[in-house]
């Protein structure tokens, strides 16, 4: 995300998923089309009925994904990927911290598969604003299930045919593996074999879609397969700026040592994050940081499977709420969230707040990293610390 963009919440659409128990409307929706969605779709409706009916707690992917999600609302980018070259620059800290295991919840689209397979989370929630978000970590989760391998994945991505002896690249190196997409060119008929297989994978993880939702995840893919590698960060009505990383960039990004540690740069960390998807351990959720539902939701929901926060992934979202005047009802729910010593709050900011004087910052990046224990964000919350986004941005900051 970027500074300066308008982060406007509105009516949610008839097809937003909606807090607490299941509405009639959507357990309706989920029992009709369980049957052009597969097996898996009509079990996850089956398991909606019996535990509106009884009462219970519904666990599935879609049902889990239904309970935490709030009204969604309008921001101004498409975040079809990051724009933070930053991301990596506090896994040090995080580790010297450690945390690990638990739950994680970010915001955003891949960055936190990154942050997955670093604190590698019993489970992970990533929240967003937009349902486009939502329906693009659908996208994500159905090329996970689809791509044994981290070459088949970039692949598919970018709608590139796969040659036949695809998995002799599993134990490359990630430039290699890079080399091998860059050197595919497209196919526009493995391009729609890409496409048809995604969506038809996405059908069958229980959420209801409609026509539109489809069309969404088709033109998420669309952008990947025009743009490859080079697929960078844009912003509605304003040109795209020469800094913004291209997604080939965010995909090599170093921690501070130097080392690549994102979750394509290794078999290991590549399938640290399919695992989680393949069983459904990494839920989309749509909510406002800052609303009503959302977020504590999701707290209740850690607390509920014996868990406490590992990792809590805010980007820049607090300079929005700190502009709307919702920082502090997002502080008062950061503040009931299940933790521990280890549990971490991680940032990225820019500009003003965050220029080459913030203590964390790294010559030649736009964006800054920087993390810092939950507890301590509480305290200084609680003790009047916070009177402004900089300090937000640099009051107790871990040693990085």
């Given at each position: 995300m970027i500074p300066h963009a308008r982060r406007v919440p509105?009516?949610?659409?008839?097809?937003?998923?909606?807090?607490?128990?299941?509405?009639?409307?959507?357990?309706?929706?989920l029992l009709a089309g369980a049957a052009c969605r597969g097996p898996r779709a009509a079990d996850a409706a089956g398991e909606v009925a019996s535990s509106v009916a009884g009462g219970a707690v519904d666990s599935t992917f879609g049902a889990t994904i239904a309970r935490l999600s709030e009204p969604g609302g309008y921001f101004d980018s498409d975040n079809l990927v990051s724009n933070?070259?930053?991301?990596?620059?506090?896994?040090?800290?995080?580790?010297?911290?450690?945390?690990?295991?638990?739950?994680?919840?970010?915001?955003?689209?891949?960055?936190?598969?990154?942050?997955?397979?670093?604190?590698?989370?019993?489970?992970?929630?990533?929240?967003?604003?937009?349902?486009?978000?939502?329906?693009?970590?659908?996208?994500?989760?159905?090329?996970?299930?689809?791509?044994?391998?981290?070459?088949?994945?970039?692949?598919?991505?970018?709608?590139?045919?796969?040659?036949?002896?695809?998995?002799?690249?599993?134990?490359?190196?990630?430039?290699?593996?890079?080399?091998?997409?860059?050197?595919?060119?497209?196919?526009?008929?493995?391009?729609?074999?890409?496409?048809?297989?995604?969506?038809?994978?996405?059908?069958?993880?229980?959420?209801?879609?409609?026509?539109?939702?489809?069309?969404?995840?088709?033109?998420?893919?669309?952008?990947?397969?025009?743009?490859?590698?080079?697929?960078?960060f844009t912003s509605f009505g304003r040109r795209p700026r020469a800094y913004y990383p291209t997604l080939r960039q965010l995909l090599l990004a170093e921690d501070r040592d130097g080392n690549r540690l994102g979750f394509l740069a290794s078999p290991e960390r590549y399938g640290?994050?399919?695992?989680?998807?393949?069983?459904?351990?990494?839920?989309?959720?749509?909510?406002?940081?800052?609303?009503?539902?959302?977020?504590?939701?999701?707290?209740?929901?850690?607390?509920?499977?014996?868990?406490?926060?590992?990792?809590?992934?805010?980007?820049?979202?607090?300079?929005?709420?700190?502009?709307?005047?919702?920082?502090?009802?997002?502080?008062r729910t950061v503040a009931t969230l299940p933790r521990d010593r280890h549990s971490v709050i991680i940032r990225s900011c820019f500009g003003f707040a965050c220029g080459p004087a913030h203590p964390d910052a790294v010559p030649g990046h736009y964006s800054v990293q920087s993390a810092q224990a939950v507890d301590d964000f509480v305290a200084a919350q609680r003790g009047g610390e916070l009177g402004s986004y900089t300090d937000v941005v640099r009051a107790r900051l871990l040693p990085h």
């Open positions: 509105v009516a949610p659409p008839a097809r937003a998923a909606l807090p607490a128990a299941l509405p009639a409307a959507l357990l309706a929706i933070e070259t930053s991301v990596l620059h506090v896994l040090g800290a995080l580790e010297r911290r450690g945390t690990r295991g638990g739950a994680y919840v970010g915001v955003g689209p891949e960055q936190n598969f990154s942050y997955i397979a670093a604190v590698r989370p019993r489970v992970a929630y990533v929240i967003d604003i937009r349902r486009d978000n939502l329906l693009q970590q659908l996208w994500y989760k159905a090329l996970f299930e689809l791509a044994p391998d981290r070459a088949s994945f970039l692949l598919l991505l970018t709608g590139r045919p796969l040659p036949p002896d695809v998995a002799r690249w599993r134990d490359s190196t990630l430039e290699a593996v890079i080399a091998l997409v860059d050197r595919t060119p497209p196919d526009s008929a493995a391009a729609a074999r890409a496409r048809a297989r995604v969506g038809e994978t996405v059908l069958g993880f229980g959420v209801p879609l409609d026509t539109a939702d489809r069309a969404t995840i088709a033109r998420i893919h669309d952008a990947f397969i025009e743009a490859g590698l080079d697929l960078r640290v994050v399919r695992r989680l998807e393949l069983e459904d351990r990494v839920i989309p959720v749509v909510g406002d940081l800052a609303g009503s539902h959302a977020l504590a939701a999701i707290g209740r929901d850690i607390a509920r499977r014996g868990l406490v926060l590992s990792a809590f992934y805010t980007s820049n979202v607090e300079f929005y709420l700190w502009g709307d005047g919702t920082f502090e009802r997002f502080a």
